[in-house]
């Protein structure tokens, strides 16, 4: 197995812990907002769509009673008073516990703290 290099990060190191956190559904972001608040840590988030659907209000827009721009936001506009919070567009195809990074199409990051917070899917 070949050992992954951080080459791609686009990410200066801050010097405090970097969390990457997989997955911007409600898990991921409110763990990214709570991190974000203390300040303590680097916080990137990744997600395979730029934006966040609140999927318990998507019935109404599909019966015209809200607009999609309602329950639709993108994660950069969500974060951009945000110090130390970076998005990247992507989906993570492989992680390196050993090496500590993770790994995309287009390179890889490395991270102190890891968290996998991809949600689930409905069985029909």
């Known amino acids: 197995m070949s050992k992954l290099i951080p080459t791609q990060t686009r990410i200066a190191d801050s010097g405090k812990p970097r969390v990457i956190i ?4 409600f898990g991921g ?19 395979k ?17 809200l607009e999609t721009s309602s329950i639709v936001f993108p ?22 516990p050993q090496e500590q990074c993770i790994e995309l ?8 703290y890891l968290v996998i917070a991809t949600a689930a899917e409905t069985n029909l």
């Open 22 to 25: 997989i997955g911007g559904g």
């Open 29 to 47: 972001l409110e763990l990214a907002r709570k991190l974000v608040a203390s300040g303590k840590t680097q916080t990137v988030l990744f997600d």
């Open 49 to 65: 769509y730029n934006h966040h659907t609140f999927q318990p209000l998507l019935y109404q827009v599909a019966t015209s009673a």
């Open 75 to 96: 994660f950069r506009k969500r974060f951009s008073n945000a110090r130390d919070f970076y998005f990247r567009l992507g989906t993570v195809t492989r992680v390196d």
């Open 105 to 112: 199409a287009d390179g890889s990051v490395k991270y102190e």
